[in-house]
Structure formats: structure tokens, C-alpha cells
């Protein structure tokens, strides 16, 4: 938990918080996957937020990792909760509506933004950046090589860094990534 962002550490504290609340003080060598069942069932049949498959099955990885740990430390012999002995919940999977639409479809909606949208479009098109990364841009990730991105993501972990060079040939509608950098600080 110490390695990950803020709000997942937050959201496991909670989990395990609940976690401690529903077990109490029995002996981890007495945990069987009956139980695991039961406390899964337990939390989905919360009616607080926080009762949903998803969120449930959250809370029994929490659980599922706390066993493995105490089989690290030596407290039991042999998990409860393994794919053979317990199951998650399955989760069905979301119809997402996809859109036909292409990137020229976009540029030709730009035509009725102002300026800046219209470059945050291009600039988005040629990067691929996540949009948290791309308002942490500032004057010091221009280089002379190019744009140096240091996604938000892996900024506190590996602190990778993603160059975006000034080639021109990489164009979108008629202007590289030079070309739009130049119009934003404009």
C-alpha cells in the first residue's frame, strides 16, 4: 500500500478497516472458505454505498492478499481462498456504446471551438496524453528535442519520462507537434 497513489491507499485502509470491523478477533487458522463466502455475501447485501459486486469483490482481493501474507509470515500452512476453494463474484461486463467517429470527424468539430480547445484537440491527437498529464504541461517540458512528458502516473514510482520529438513528418491537418506548441504559447 506505502507505493501506491494517496487515494488507493485511502480506499485500502477503508477496505481493510471494514474487513477488521466483520472478521473481529477470530484466529486467522481458523478461516475457511465457508467464511470467505459468507462475508462476501455480508458486504454485497450492505445496502450503504459500497455493495455492488465490484466494490465487493475490492474487499475480498483485500482479503484474498491478507491470507497470502500470513502464509509469507508463517501464521497458517494453506490459503482458504484460492481459485479452487472460492470464487469472486463475476462482474458482468459494461456495453459501451462505440462511436464511428475519426479524428477528422473531430478536427472538423473544432472548426466552431475557440483557438485553445482546438489546439488542446490537436494536441491531444498527437500525443496521446492522458488529460491530467496534459494540463501538468508547462514551458519546462519543452525542449530542444521536443516535448519531455513525466506522466502523472509514474511520476512518484519509475518517474519515466516520454519524449515527444519535432518531427515534422508526424502531421495532424497540417501541423506537427512544433507548430501547435508554438500556437499555445502564442
Not at 482458504?80 to 470527424?105: C, G, N, W, Y
Not at 525542449?143 to 512518484?156: A, F, H, I, R, Y
Amino acid at each position: 500500500t506505502p507505493t501506491k497513489a494517496q487515494s488507493t491507499q485511502i480506499e485500502e485502509a477503508r477496505h481493510l478497516s471494514k474487513l477488521r470491523t466483520m472478521i473481529g478477533e477470530n484466529p486467522v487458522s481458523a478461516w475457511q472458505p465457508h467464511h470467505a463466502y459468507r462475508l462476501r455475501d455480508t458486504i454485497l447485501s450492505g445496502t450503504q454505498k459500497g455493495s455492488g459486486e465490484t466494490y465487493t469483490n475490492r474487499v475480498m482481493q483485500k482479503l484474498k492478499h491478507l491470507l497470502t501474507k500470513a502464509i509469507e509470515w508463517g501464521v497458517i500452512a494453506d490459503h482458504p481462498m484460492t481459485e479452487s476453494k472460492f470464487k469472486m463474484l463475476p462482474v458482468p461486463k459494461k456495453h459501451q456504446m462505440r462511436l464511428a467517429v475519426s479524428i477528422q470527424d473531430v478536427l472538423d468539430a473544432t472548426e466552431f471551438c475557440p483557438p485553445w480547445l482546438d489546439n488542446y484537440v490537436r494536441l491531444k491527437i498527437l500525443t496521446g496524453l492522458r488529460q491530467m498529464d496534459m494540463l501538468l504541461l508547462t514551458r519546462h517540458c519543452i525542449t530542444d528535442e521536443g516535448l519531455l512528458v513525466t506522466p502523472s502516473k509514474t511520476e512518484n514510482s519509475s518517474g519515466v519520462q516520454q519524449l515527444f520529438s519535432w518531427s515534422p513528418d508526424v502531421r495532424i491537418d497540417g501541423k506537427n507537434l512544433k507548430e501547435v506548441i508554438d500556437d499555445i504559447i502564442s
